[in-house]
């Protein structure tokens, strides 16, 4: 298995609602990042996981909240967002976030919406 | 800081062209550059990674150089199909962090 997926596809969520966003890889990677990413825009980094633990989180607002339950997971918990913060929200996994061989596989992506 | 640019910020072709995509960065001090593409509203596919030591990568009709010194990176299309048509990323991994950072993309249109 060589792809990251992420559930759900499409998100539309209310600015008091809470929701979360799955990101799942079966690579044997023990690094997992969050970007957000606007339209015409590069792929912002919002988290870094490093062997389950958050190793890099760049400033991003308290609304969102990142989760590693195991190696092969990672959440990304919604609570009270804002319109601007409607974007498209990529997963990556890499072999170790430190080693010189890191290549980033990403999943395809949530296009959440914020109402 | 890092800085990751890309030129030109747009390209389009006749089918059949070989074309080249540049990426420039401001620290030599890389681990690695790794080049994508996306399709629009979707997901980046990893292209082609180059380590620090290496000078290319071939794969298929895609050649990826890098020269550290000068910083800068290019990624050669041989004979473009409508296909290829996408943003194509540059992605340069630092001495300092844990994370990419990303160029702001060519988005390239091969027409038929």
């Known amino acids: 298995d060589t792809e990251v997926t992420q559930t759900p596809k499409h998100l539309v969520m209310g600015m008091t609602n809470k929701k979360s966003l799955k990101c799942e890889q079966h690579m044997g990677h023990r690094a997992m990042y969050w970007y957000k990413q606007k339209a015409k825009k590069p792929p912002e980094l919002m988290f870094v996981?490093?062997?389950?633990?958050?190793?890099i989180n760049e400033s991003v607002p308290s609304r969102f909240s990142p989760e590693c339950p195991n190696s092969s997971l990672l959440n990304l918990h919604l609570h009270a967002l804002q319109p601007e913060d409607s974007a498209l929200y990529l997963c990556?996994?890499?072999?170790?976030?430190?080693?010189?061989?890191?290549?980033?596989?990403f999943g395809p992506g949530t296009r959440l919406t914020v109402l | 800081k890092q800085e990751v640019t890309q030129i030109p910020a747009a390209l389009s072709v006749p089918e059949g062209e070989n074309l080249v995509l540049n990426c420039s960065f401001t620290?030599?001090?890389?681990?690695?550059l790794q080049w994508f593409r996306q399709d629009p509203g979707k997901g980046l596919t990893s292209l082609l990674l180059i380590q620090s030591s290496q000078r290319e990568q071939t794969s298929g009709r895609l050649n990826a150089s890098l020269d550290k010194s000068s910083g800068r990176s290019t990624l050669y299309i041989a004979a473009s199909q409508p296909g290829d048509s996408a943003t194509y990323l540059c992605a340069v991994k630092d001495n300092y962090g844990q994370n990419f950072v990303f160029g702001p993309g060519t988005r390239l249109s091969v027409l038929p």
């Open positions: 990556a996994s890499s072999r170790l976030s430190g080693s010189n061989d890191n290549e980033q596989f």
């Open positions: 620290d030599s001090a890389i681990y690695n």
């Open positions: 996981y490093s062997y389950e633990k958050l190793s």
